[in-house]
């Protein structure tokens, strides 16, 4: 009884602790690459025996690099993921606090890895569609815990939906970059795979569960066409590496009062960003989840159009 109490205490500490790292972004590779630099820095001071110049100079130079890549991705973020401007005829210290909060958000360092290691990663077997605030998130867990099953990388720091969403197909990434062979970027890679195959017994099942693909734009259907055409080409005599799709429904009328409130609690989420606020912008009387639709729908036409007859040549070859 003694040891369960300790556990259970022991459970709660590790779970708050956890928490505040999470408030503080210190989770995210390039919270932890500033804090190494620092660490080199202070132990060149106390003890320069344990120091090394060359390792210091390549972690700076991955910083800066690390912190341009993440003014881009903080830029892109900003319209692609809160729907927003940027904040106009600010002062310099509003930009900056823009930034700060929506940096302790970011991994830049395992995007650029993941984009330097494409050619090495699958593609999802399992595509979980959607929809919206239909117990994906919960069947999503159900799936996750068991072994042989592996997530996606999620773009930012969001604790319910890492390693369960990617966002790809809705264009988070790059401004609206939807190109399929970047699509494996966010799942592991083939060395990954054979060691779960070996490790238990059977080909691991590689998921994506976005609810937004379901309502994102019309041509997320088309490139998913294309992916299924690829996977019929690559896997006509294994069902383990046929590609598959999950759909959850809801009562619609549930389902559209409860992704309504969602949508709006999060949109204050880029308000305490230093954002301006939501509804103060043009167009947010509309009904939120319908604006987000038609903001993706037409990011995604104009991409879309301009690449079709690319992406139909490239997965005919």
Known sequence: ???AWLREKF??????INWWYVRNGLFTDFRGLLWFVLFQYVVKSLDP???SSILFQASLLLLVICVIFSIFLTTSYVHHVFHREWPKGCKLWRWLRVYYHISKLVYPLSILWRLLT?????YPNVIMLGGTRCATTTLSHYLLDLPFVKGPFTPLLMP????????YMIGDYFGGCIHPFFYRMCFPTIFSYWYCQWRYGRPPI??????????????????FARLTEYYHHRSKNNEHLKLKFIVSIRE???QNVSWFAFCTRAQYWGTSAGLDDFYADEGASVYVPYRVQYLFTRALMRLCSATESILLRYFKN
């Open 252 to 254: 619609p009328v549930e």
């Open 11 to 16: 459970e709660i500490c590790i779970g708050d």
């Open 206 to 223: 590689i998921m994506d569960s976005t609810p937004l693909y379901l309502v994102s734009s019309v041509y997320t259907c088309k490139l």
């Open 1 to 3: 009884m003694c040891f």
């Open 49 to 51: 025996r344990w120091y």
């Open 160 to 167: 319910e939906l890492s390693g369960k969403e990617c966002y």
């Open 118 to 122: 494409v050619w090495m990663r699958v």
